[in-house]
């Protein structure tokens, strides 16, 4: 039963993690920031609540603040950028909140370049 039991742990810690445990939107965010509250105002109540809040759920931090455990593909110097994140590695970002229809669209292709599949919504 010893055998059994080590070989099991042995195969859970080789096994590929869930991808969507590992992947979120990370919003790098300032105080004072227009276009972070024009975000928060217009997505931040509806994005918990659509596909793409369910892939990848929301996390913030402040720019100039705390630092993220994230391997970025350069350095982060506007705010809002949003940052898809997957096992700790960005994957895509959008810099700047371009409004809502632009921002929807622009999400969308980011998942779809980093072949991340949608969660279903209801």
Request: charged share 25%; glycine share 6%.
């Amino acid at each position: 039963m010893t055998f059994i039991k080590a070989l099991f742990v042995l195969l859970l810690a080789f096994a590929p993690a869930s991808a969507a445990a590992e992947t979120y939107l990370l919003m790098a965010e300032e105080d004072a920031c227009y276009w972070c509250a024009k975000w928060d105002e217009e997505i931040a109540h509806i994005y918990p609540k659509t596909a793409e809040g369910k892939t990848a759920p929301l996390k913030r931090y402040d720019l100039y603040s705390e630092k993220p455990e994230v391997t970025f593909d350069k350095k982060v110097r506007f705010t809002p950028t949003f940052i898809l994140v997957q096992n700790g590695v960005e994957v895509g970002r959008i810099e700047g909140y371009p409004g809502e229809d632009f921002f929807w669209s622009l999400l969308g292709m980011m998942f779809s370049r980093a072949n991340i599949p949608l969660e279903q919504t209801g």
